[in-house]
Nanobody, 121 residues
Framework: QVQLVESGGGSVQAGGSLRLSCVAS?????????LGWFRQAPGNQREGVAH????????WYADSVKGRFTISQDNAKNTLYFQMNSLKPEDTAMYYC?????????????WGQGTQVTVSS
């Protein structure tokens, strides 16, 4: 059974930093096609904020977080990270990690339960 478990969320003031982690069990990050972080604020749709493609290590960031957030992975620890710097109140949301079920395409079929990030001004 595949499980993704996020941690590292919390409450910070604007300008602060947090590092989110997502640990997988029953699943190997090294064999999948893509991993990602998504977020959902109250009243908003869930949006993708960063993806990483395992073959080659290329990344994608939403414009709203580009230059402030960094996605990375540690295959030995089967962990996905999300370093968030220069946080803004508009970054407040539930953050979810997701992973593809496939090794040859990206579908984000596996999801964690989320971790809350709250940024105060």
């Amino acid at each position: 059974q595949v499980q993704l478990v996020e941690s590292g969320g919390g409450s910070v003031q604007a300008g602060g930093s947090l590092r989110l982690s997502c640990v997988a069990s029953g699943y190997s990050f090294s064999t999948t096609y893509c991993l990602g972080w998504f977020r959902q604020a109250p009243g908003n749709q869930r949006e993708g904020v960063a993806h990483i493609y395992i073959r080659g290590g290329s990344t994608w960031y939403a414009d709203s977080v580009k230059g402030r957030f960094t996605i990375s992975q540690d295959n030995a620890k089967n962990t996905l990270y999300f370093q968030m710097n220069s946080l803004k109140p508009e970054d407040t949301a539930m953050y979810y990690c997701a992973a593809s079920r496939w090794s040859n395409r990206c579908d984000f079929g596996y999801w964690g339960q989320g971790t809350q990030v709250t940024v105060s001004s």
